[in-house]
Structures are given as structure tokens and as C-alpha cells.
């Protein structure tokens, strides 16, 4: 269950197949400081895949902006991390619009 309404749930539970398409390495050197502060070790790796996802498409703008808000809305939850990036490549609009809320 979710412990705000600022973003949708997450349905499954699980990171699935996203983190191991993307390479990890890459998100920036701040948001990849933000992983390992707020995430525990088992999740940076997956965290990071799942972020890089997001800014591979010509169409999704402002990755660096939205991969913040992403980790601001994740709440230190790896699952929510992808959901969240779903809802960006949808319109990351919503990510940054959630995360100013």
C-alpha cells in the first residue's frame, strides 16, 4: 500500500525486466550521489538502471530534472523508482508536477 496519494502505487511489487535493459551508469554524478545516500546497497544498481531508462527517447526532456523529482517522489522505494519512470516516459509532466506538489 502506498503512504501518499502524491503519486500513483505500485500494482506488482517488483522492478522487473527494466533494470536489466538499461546501463547503469547512466544517470549524473549528482543523482548517482543521491542513489547510494538514500537507497540501501542492494537497490543502487537497479535504481540507476531504471532512472537511465528515462532520456533515451528523443521526446523525453529534462532528464536530469526528472530523474530528481523521480528519487524526491520515490521515497527512498526502488518499485516506486519505476513506476514513477513509466509515468514520465508517459509525460514526464506529471512527474515534475507531482514532485512541486
Known amino acids: 500500500s502506498c503512504s501518499t496519494d502524491r ?4 500494482a506488482d511489487g517488483s522492478l522487473g525486466a527494466a533494470s536489466a535493459r538499461a546501463d547503469p551508469m547512466g ?3 549528482s543523482i548517482a550521489a543521491r542513489i547510494t545516500a538514500e537507497f540501501p546497497p542492494h ?3 537497479a535504481v540507476r538502471a531504471a532512472l537511465a531508462t528515462y532520456g533515451e527517447a528523443e ?8 530523474h530528481g523529482a523521480i528519487l524526491d517522489l ?3 522505494n526502488a ?4 513506476l514513477l519512470v513509466k509515468n514520465a516516459k508517459d ?7 507531482w514532485a512541486s506538489s
Do not use: I, K, Q, T
Request: hydrophobic share 40%.
Open 27 to 29: 544517470v549524473s554524478a
Open 43 to 45: 537497490d543502487h544498481e
Open 74 to 76: 520515490a521515497d527512498n
Open 59 to 66: 521526446h523525453e526532456r529534462e532528464a536530469e530534472r526528472v
Open 79 to 82: 518499485d516506486r523508482v519505476l
Open 7 to 10: 503519486w500513483p502505487c505500485v
Open 91 to 97: 509525460d514526464y509532466r506529471d512527474v515534475l508536477f
